[in-house]
Structures are given as C-alpha cells and as structure tokens.
C-alpha cells in the first residue's frame, strides 16, 4: 500500500479504553525492538500516572515517563505524564510544557503527533486508538502529511470510538485497522537495524 520505508519511531494516542487497547500492543513488542514508542493516554491532571510502571511489568521493552530535556532512545516505551503536554524536538529530545489544554486534554495527542511530525518526517508511524474525544485527527493529519505513516484502530472495533471516527471524518488514513492487525504491523515493520 506504501512505499517501503524504515521507521524510527512510533507515536501512539489513546483515551478511554485505551489501556486495555495498549495492552494487546505493547507487551506484544520484543526485546531489542528499534523503535522508540511514545505513548499519550488521557489521564487525569491531578494523579500521578501510574502507566509506566504498569507497562514496565508487562512489555519486554524498557518502560519509563518521558523527561524533560530526555534524548529519546531506540528500543523503549515512553509515556507522557500527567499535567504537562508532551513534545519531541527536532534534535531528538523531549520537551514538557505547561501551556493551556487541547481538546481539554495535556497532555494533548495533537501535541505530541504534530511535533513528531516535524521530527521525524517520513520515519514516523501514528497509530490512534479508542477515545472519547477529536485529540489526535489534526495531529495524525499532521503525520500523514509530513510522509510518516497513518494507523487508525477500527471504531467498530475501538471500546469507545469517537476518536478513531474523529481521525477518519478529518482525512483518509494509511490504513484502518483492529488491534491484532495493528500488533502484527508492528511485529513486521521495515526499521533500522539496531547498530
């Protein structure tokens, strides 16, 4: 359906349903993966998030909330916390910041998809799962126009599927997908061999 291409990282977006839509994912994603995964799920702004952690006694991968000033590494599972948006610069870093909500969300989707657009290009693959709002169509948009490679989670499929719709009424994805379709995508993507 695409041309081939190599992938350096993966962003993913969620909200309501979505831990249990990144638990047929993640866990699933071998040690010594190459990819960097950057993760948003909606989560309250006055908890700590506690994703990282549950993830970490799951996944194969090296699980942590992303920092800021953190250079991003190949072969790990980063979440965006709670209270901050979550951004990745071009040199590779991320960056938290504390300006207003999107989609009354921070951290927002759209954040962190439309600065890993502009970071990554072509190499970037966007996956958006069940939620209940539009956070993450402007920002999947977003990739798919910068040459990085688009993945909505079927809505038949999604446990809430405002969101994937959301993406699906904004523009035409690379493709439309249910979770085990997603899993096997990302268990055969082309990536860089780890040097």
Known sequence: MNRERAFEAIVIGASAGGVDALLALLPALPAGYPCAVVVVLHVAEDRDSRLAEVFD???ALPVREAADKETIRPGTIYFA???????????????????????????SIDV????AADAYGGTLLGILLTGASADGA???????????MTVVQDPA????????QAA????TPDRI??????????LTLDVPHAT
């Open 112 to 115: 962190l998809m439309e600065s």
């Open 177 to 186: 997908l249910t979770l085990q379709g997603i899993r096997a995508l990302l």
């Open 157 to 164: 499929e999604a446990q809430v599927a405002i969101m994937p």
């Open 168 to 171: 699906l009424d904004a523009f």
């Open 81 to 107: 916390g709670a209270g901050y948006h979550l951004s990745i610069e071009r040199d590779r870093s991320f960056s938290l910041s504390c300006e207003p909500p999107v989609h009354f969300s921070r951290p």
């Open 57 to 59: 006694a799951r996944a």
């Open 138 to 148: 402007a920002g999947l948009s977003r990739i798919q126009s910068c040459g990085g």
